[in-house]
Each structure stands twice: as C-alpha cells, then as structure tokens.
C-alpha cells in the first residue's frame, strides 16, 4: 500500500515536472524530477537496468524532509524518472529518509537500506536526530517498508558511539552469500568512524568492528562511506565533513576522501596506504559506486557541495544534480577516473586540430559549445620560448567565461568560473597539482550545460564544478603567455 505521504509526492512529481522542459535540465547528467536533490542512493543494477535514487525534497529547490527520488538508465547517460520510491511516512523516519544503497535478494526482490531520522530529544532535552538502519524491499517501482524496522538503532552500537550521526549503510554481499554493510559514525571524540555489520539474510544485522576510526585526521564527521576491492586493493570512499585543507588537497570544506590500503577479508582488516581528495574541483560530494556487469567499478557523485548550494540559477526548477558517471581504476597508489566509455557512443560532429601553435588569445573554427566532449594534449612550442601560463576559456561570452589555467613551472592546474555570471561570493576557484608526462598535459573536458567535469592526465586527477552561465554564452578560446603547441579533438554530445 503506497502511503498517503508517499502518494502526494508522486502526484506532485508528475505534475510539477511537466513545467520543466528539456532544453531547461543538463542532457545526460541526472536532476531530480522536480525540485530537490542531494546524494546518490541504491545505485545498483536491478533487472537488467541501473537503478539510481536521491536524496529528494519534490515541493522546493531547497533540502526539506527527505524521500528517496528514482531514475533508471540502460547506458548511465540517459535517464527515465521514475515514481519517488520512499517518503517519511513511518514513525521511526518520520523526519528523513537519509541516504543508502541497494542490493539484489536471492528471491529477486531489490533490497534498500537507508537511514530512518527521527526527531528527539538528547538528556539534556534539546533536540537531536535519532538514526536509524531501515529496510524496504520492492520490485523496481514500490518498496515496501520492514515490519521489523528498525534493524539498526543505538542499542546495537559499542559504548561511546553516536545515535545522532548514525547513516548511511552501503551494503554488500559475499562471496559466501551473507551480507555486510558499512555505516558512517561519531564516536566520543567527535569525529568520525566507519562501522561494519554483518548479516546472513540482509534483514538481521549485528555489529562487527569499528572498520576503520578517523580519530581527527581527516575532517570530522565521515558521511557516505562505500567501500570495495579494486585492482587488489582496499578503496573507502567517503565525504567527511569540515576538513581543513593540507596542500593541494581537501579544499573545499566539506570534501571527499579516498583511503587506499590492504584488505584481509578473513579478518575484516583495512590498513589505508594512500590518501586522497576524490576530486579536486568545487561541486563533488557523496559518491557511490555500483559494480557493473562488465566488472567496471562505476562512480556517480553529487555534483554540488554542501558549502556552495546558494551559487545556483535563478528561479531554478531543480537543483542537484548528479556527476558524470566514472569508470574507477587504482594505478600508483591513486584512484583514477574516466567518463564511462558509453560517453563515446554520444559522440558526434568530430573537429580536430594538431600541431596548432598557441601564442597570444587565439580561437578555433568548430570549437565552441555548451554540451561537448573535448580534449587538449598541450606541449612547449619549442625549448627555447618559456610558456609560464597557458589558459582555455569555456561557455565565453563577453563578459562571461569559466576558465582552466595551467602555470607549467608549478605544474599547478586552476579552475576559475568567478566569471560565469554568478553573483554569490562562494567558492569559485579550484585548484590542483597536475604534473606533465614528458611535459604534455592532457585535459579532457566535458560540458553540458550546467557543468564542467575536467579529467587530467588520464584520469589522474579530476575537477568538477556547476556553472550556470546563459546558454548563449558557448565560445571557446585558448591562450599562451609565450608558445605552446596544441592538439584538439572536439566531439558534441
Ligand atoms: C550527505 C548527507 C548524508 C545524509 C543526507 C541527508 O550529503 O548529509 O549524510 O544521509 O545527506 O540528506
């Protein structure tokens, strides 16, 4: 029985997505159905599809109580909305159904675990969330909520482990058939942990370890943790709150972490080697990951970042969306990304420039566009002429542009949209580290309307920023402070 809460917003849905047209949303990235969204939930493959649900608040732009928005996809490009999944509706979520994942059960049910919010009351009688582990199961289209729910409460948790900031389950399933799934946490000191549980059926749960404690180092709490074995190693995802920035890394305030170590299964032992920024541009937070059938680890986060949502369209009708999807690699010792190769196929109208020598502002025939695959292979001209800052300028119209900055002697990448036509004084600037191999730097950008995603070096490093600039504005232009050589090949999507 669908509830009269869960009910109103599919109605809502319906109707009020018939006001937002097609040129008004990004072309192969996902947005909500109407109004709000935030997190990636239950990414999953589910009878032959990809499944996607979010962190949804239908009546406004702005975060409210919490539903589970839903899409499918055969090719994680193109999207089908589908009716909201969960709404908080039930006494135990009654204030938020907070992120989670899914899973296929044996009886070929989809199985969803998400965080039930409930308000109440600390001791001290101020008021306080109460986190939950819940359980619906359903069909692709209508879930239906555990009698049983909640499987996970306070009650569980060690001493000393919050029932405040207690969400986000991804799960899992072994090899042997049970079940384990891994849930951000704040202990005492009040920063942040990963909690690991375990089930034989997906519905009993108990807890096993403290997986891995943040104990301060990295921001405070841990939100959205996913987790899994890649190229022989262990990979946590997660986005902690408020991290002070060290170097290059962790800039944006609420940021992304990517811990790489060894796993022993046997006895559930992660040792982190590595350390990372996720993605080192401005609009990326809480990604996770589905494993595709091909055996790609695939990666989806929320292209946005709690510290910038006011930098936004005006009258928007959504607001969210999610990042392109990445095909993830460990080489290095670091996590690497790629648009997933199904981008390829939405290629079109190939331009291309070799040898095009850059001194000066200069601009190309064919090379413009707002939904657009594009990438630069960028060299010395020759030994003797310096190039200290070579710059590519996108969705550019006088005086509009976002730009990529490259200062070759710090090997130092910057992206810039403090000219996009924003009026909000949030972080506009972004920057990372973006060494030469053999002194070549490869960038390949890809625009669709509201966004630019920058994938370096092969994937090395990734920067991801929203950009709401007036769709006219579609000019590129390149520039060389000195000479440098260029190639470009230039697809529209
Ligand atoms: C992360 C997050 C999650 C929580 C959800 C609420 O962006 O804060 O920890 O489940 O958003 O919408």
Redesign the pocket.
């Known amino acids: 029985m669908t509830s009269h809460i869960l009910q109103k917003a599919r109605d809502y849905e319906k109707e009020s997505e018939k006001g937002i047209g097609k040129e008004q949303r990004p072309e192969f990235h996902l947005t909500a159905r109407t109004g709000w969204m935030?997190?990636p939930n239950g990414f999953s493959r589910y009878d032959g599809k990809y499944h996607m649900f979010y962190?949804y608040h239908p009546y406004d732009c702005n975060?409210g109580p919490?539903h589970w928005g839903h899409a499918v996809s055969e090719d994680l490009l193109h999207w089908e909305h589908l009716p909201a999944a969960l709404a908080p509706d039930e006494a135990y979520d009654k204030n938020?159904c907070?992120?989670?994942s899914a899973i296929t059960l044996p009886d070929g049910r989809h199985l969803l675990m998400y965080?039930g919010v409930l308000q109440g009351k600390t001791p001290e009688g101020k008021p306080c969330d109460i986190q939950t582990q819940c359980l619906a199961a359903g069909d692709g289209t209508d879930y239906v909520k555990y009698e049983k729910n909640p499987v996970l409460e306070g009650s569980d948790l060690p001493e000393g482990c919050s029932h405040v900031d207690f969400?986000?389950p991804k799960l899992w399933q072994k090899a042997d058939g049970s079940y384990c799934c891994i849930v951000?946490n704040r202990p005492a000191d009040g920063s942040g942990q990963i909690l690991l549980f375990s089930s034989p059926d997906g519905f009993s749960w108990k807890f096993k370890k403290v997986l891995i404690a943040n104990q301060n180092r990295f921001g405070k709490m841990w939100?959205?943790p996913d987790f899994f074995e890649l190229d022989g190693k262990g990979v946590l995802l997660t986005?902690p709150?408020d991290m002070l920035a060290e170097g290059m890394e962790y800039r944006s305030g609420?940021g992304t972490l990517c811990l790489i170590g060894t796993y022993d299964e046997e006895t559930d032992t992660f040792i982190p080697q590595q350390d990372q920024a996720i993605d080192y541009g401005i609009d990326f937070?809480?990604p996770q990951t589905v494993l595709a059938p091909d055996g790609r680890r695939i990666m989806i986060g929320?292209m946005q970042n709690?510290d910038t949502c006011s930098f936004r369209a005006e009258n928007p009708a959504w607001f969210g969306q999610m990042s392109l999807p990445r095909e993830l690699s460990v080489k290095e010792g670091r996590l690497w990304q790629k648009p997933v190769r199904e981008l390829e196929d939405m290629r079109r109208n190939r331009v291309e420039y070799r040898d095009v020598l850059i001194s000066g502002t200069q601009r190309l025939d064919g090379i413009q566009g707002r939904k657009l695959d594009m990438e630069l292979t960028v060299r010395p001209a020759d030994q003797e002429t310096d190039c200290t800052k070579f710059e590519v300028r996108f969705a550019q119209k006088e005086p509009y542009y976002t730009s990529l900055s490259f200062y070759p002697a710090q090997s130092l990448l910057e992206f810039d949209r403090s000219f996009s036509g924003t009026r909000r004084a949030v972080l506009n600037q972004s920057r990372c580290l973006a060494e030469t191999e053999g002194s070549e730097l490869k960038l390949r950008i890809i625009l669709d309307r509201f966004s630019a995603e920058v994938f370096i070096n092969d994937g090395k490093q990734v920067m991801t920023a929203t950009i709401y600039t007036d769709q006219e504005a579609d000019g590129i232009s390149f520039y060389a402070n000195g000479k440098i050589t260029m190639d470009v090949v230039k697809y529209d999507l």
């Open positions: 935030n997190d962190q975060w919490m938020g907070f992120s989670g965080t969400r986000d951000g939100e959205c986005s709150q609420n937070y809480a929320w709690w």
